[in-house]
Each structure stands twice: as structure tokens, then as C-alpha cells.
């Protein structure tokens, strides 16, 4: 029930800590009408998650003859007809426009989740690290998707100790976690790639205050992922049902728009099916539902 499709290759951003750009090469994006078939394939043999991929997909269309964009492609592809979802990762926040914020606000078919990695909440780091956007620019394009579309959900990838980030750029980190609130975030402790420039930098943070910060910030992400899956309670929503439970193989075990996954008792038939849960109880990670029938008895 779920497909990748990949949408471009390699990338052109040399963000001084990742090996990438070196590896893969430059950006090449697929001709558009090839992506669609594909997707068209897809729809028509019952997959319901369809998941576009590219190291930046934001700067997807670059190169190609025809002028297109991200959004256009997207705009494309939304207009497939049938029930099914789209998702797309990575997006690179310096490329990510409000023309993409619109384009998933008037779309049928894109989940309204985001994942922009902001790596840091602090512009001296950002700058290190050759991100090419602000925490203000970051920030704006939030704060619009909000306004446009207020059930949407946000993830990021978060680097904790890059090489010269002081007490006060952490704190930058920290209040940046609180303005976004975000959904879910994977965070990790800056890791040198040998070849990249930033394993090259000084780097005299102790180990020891950078396993303090990355605890301090997953605490408080995890808070507010309990905090928003409270407020999902009494909520339905849309899940994708993808197997049997891990945590009670009696039951089912399915995705919201959001990716959170939901527990909820229900009969084999519905795997592989777009189904409405009403959201019962709310964990850390996973949320607990019971599926709404229709009138007609159907789930
Ligand atoms: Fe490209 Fe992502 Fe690596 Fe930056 S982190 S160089 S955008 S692949």
C-alpha cells in the first residue's frame, strides 16, 4: 500500500557537515510526464501512500527544459484522481516557498504534515553549517503554513553540538521548538564525515554538555508530542491501515496524515484500506482509536 518514487538525484547544497553532494553529485531531476505515469501506475494498482523522494525536493525542475517547479509537479500529481496520499521528503527550508504552502492548502490528495529540517536555531550556526536560510526565514514560512492550513503538523532534523555552538546558540535551538511546536523530530549529536568541511572545524564542546543539550531538547519534543496527541483525542482521523499491531497483534495498526501511529481493533480486511478512527487515548508516540462506521455499517 505504500510507494516511493523518486522524483530527482543528488544535490548541489555542500551543507558543510554531509557527504552527499560528494557522493551522489548534482541535482538531475525526472522529466515531469515520466513522474506522473508513474504515480498514474501506482494510483491504479491500489497503493495509497505515495512518497516522492530527492536529497532537496524543493529545488526539483532545475535543469529540466521545461520550467516547472516543485509546486507545479505537485499540482500535477494531486490532480490523479482516486484515494490515495502524497508525501514528499526532504525539503531543503532555503527552497521551500509559499507557492508549495498554498499548492498543499488547495491540494485533495498532499498530507498536511511537514518536514523541513532547521538543523539549528541559531543564525551563527546556520550560517557554519551553510544553510543558506535564517531562523527568521524558517520562521516566516511556518508561520504562514499555520495561518493557510491550521491542522498541519511539522517535523524537522535537528544537529545538537556543531562544532563551536555555545550555551547561547542552544538556547536559540530551544526557543525555536517552542515557536514551531513540532510533531515529531529527529535529532542527533553533530557526527564529523571525514571529507566534509565541517569535520575540519575546532570543536571544544565537551561531549558530556552536548549528550545534556540533546536530552534537554528531546524532553521537551516529547512533550509537546504528548501535548498534541492529547489534543487529538475525540478527533477522528483519516489513517492509513498498515498491519496487524506491533503492540497487540489483535488489533490493527494504522497512520495518520501526520505519520502517528494508531492502534485500533478492527477486522484484517481493512489493511491496505483509508479508513476514519476516532482517536480514544493518546501515548507518547502512538494514539489509541476505534473506527467509525458508517451508516451503512461499513467501516
Ligand atoms: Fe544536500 Fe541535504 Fe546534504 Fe544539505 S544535508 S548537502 S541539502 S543532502
Not at 549528550?211 to 498534541?228: D, K, S, T
Not at 497512520?255 to 501511529?261: L, M
Amino acid at each position: 500500500v505504500k510507494a516511493w518514487v523518486s522524483i530527482m538525484y543528488g544535490c548541489n547544497n555542500f551543507c558543510s557537515y554531509c557527504i552527499v553532494p560528494y557522493v551522489r553529485g548534482r541535482e538531475r531531476s525526472r522529466d515531469p510526464q515520466c513522474v506522473l505515469q508513474e504515480v498514474r501506475e501506482l494510483v491504479a494498482a491500489g497503493y495509497k501512500d505515495i512518497t516522492l523522494l530527492g536529497q532537496n525536493v524543493n529545488s526539483y525542475g532545475k535543469g529540466l527544459p521545461e520550467d516547472i517547479t516543485f509546486a507545479a509537479l505537485l499540482r500535477m500529481l494531486d490532480a490523479v484522481p482516486g484515494d490515495y496520499r502524497i508525501r514528499f521528503m526532504t525539503s531543503h527550508p532555503k527552497d521551500a516557498t509559499r507557492e508549495l504552502i498554498d499548492t498543499i492548502a488547495n491540494s485533495a490528495h498532499i498530507s498536511r504534515h511537514l518536514h523541513l529540517p532547521v538543523q539549528s536555531g541559531s543564525n551563527s550556526i546556520l550560517a557554519q553549517m551553510n544553510r543558506k536560510y535564517t531562523v527568521e526565514d524558517y520562521l516566516s514560512l511556518i508561520a504562514y503554513a499555520k495561518r493557510r492550513m491550521p491542522e498541519m503538523t511539522y517535523s524537522s532534523d535537528i544537529i545538537v553540538g556543531f562544532p563551536g555552538e555555545t550555551e547561547e546558540d542552544f538556547q536559540k535551538m530551544m526557543k525555536l521548538i517552542h515557536d514551531v511546536r513540532f510533531d515529531n523530530s529527529f535529532s542527533f549529536i553533530f557526527s564529523p564525515r571525514p571529507g566534509t568541511p565541517a569535520a575540519n572545524l575546532a570543536d571544544d564542546t565537551p561531549h558530556e554538555v552536548k549528550l545534556r543539550r540533546l536530552q534537554e531538547l528531546q524532553a521537551v519534543i516529547n512533550r509537546n508530542i504528548l501535548e498534541i496527541s492529547q489534543e487529538r483525542v475525540g478527533t477522528v482521523q483519516r489513517l492509513l491501515v498498515e498491519g496487524l499491531s506491533k503492540r497487540d497483534g489483535n488489533e490493527l495498526m494504522g497512520r495518520t496524515e501526520c505519520n502517528r501511529v494508531v492502534n485500533f481493533p478492527g477486522h484484517e480486511r481493512l489493511i491496505g484500506q483509508l479508513i476514519d478512527v476516532k482517536i480514544t487515548e493518546a501515548r507518547t508516540y502512538t494514539l489509541r482509536g476505534e473506527v467509525v462506521m458508517q451508516e451503512s455499517g461499513q467501516a
